[in-house]
């Protein structure tokens, strides 16, 4: 059973750092892209990177140079580094795992995730 658990949501201050971890279990981790959702309330569901198994990382702009994800094979577990927080990054922040046809071109697209983790709430405090 395909299983991505999210950890390490809170509250913090702006211009602090929270890491987010997704653990996954029940596929070969390194042979899927995971990717990382937020989704703020009222706001549709918002794409902010993901890692390909290849190597490939893609940001969305709105995080680009703030937010840094890493994988690692071993742990099965992909993590979003956050630094430099702001209150528009306020959200339930989710992973996902990528189909077995995959197109990094296409990482933005939620259609390209077959599995999602339960998310797990980043608030921003300014």
């Known amino acids: 059973q395909v299983q991505l658990v999210v950890s390490g949501g809170g509250l913090v201050q702006a211009g602090s750092s929270l890491r987010l971890s997704c653990a996954a279990s029940?596929?070969?981790?390194?042979?899927?892209?995971i990717a990382w959702f937020r989704q703020a309330p009222g706001k549709e569901r918002e794409f902010v990177g993901v890692?390909?198994?290849?190597?490939?990382?893609v940001y969305a702009d709105s995080v680009k140079g703030r937010f840094t994800i890493s994988r690692d094979n071993v742990e099965n577990t992909v993590y979003l580094q956050m630094d430099s927080l702001e209150p528009e990054d306020t959200a339930v922040y989710s992973c996902?795992?990528?189909?077995?046809?995959?197109?990094?071109?296409?990482?933005?697209?939620?259609?390209?995730?077959?599995?999602w983790g339960q998310g797990t709430q980043v608030t921003v405090s300014s």
């Open positions: 029940g596929f070969t981790f390194s042979y899927y892209a």
């Open positions: 996902a795992k990528g189909g077995s046809i995959y197109d990094i071109a296409r990482a933005q697209d939620p259609r390209m995730y077959v599995y």
């Open positions: 890692s390909a198994s290849g190597g490939s990382i």
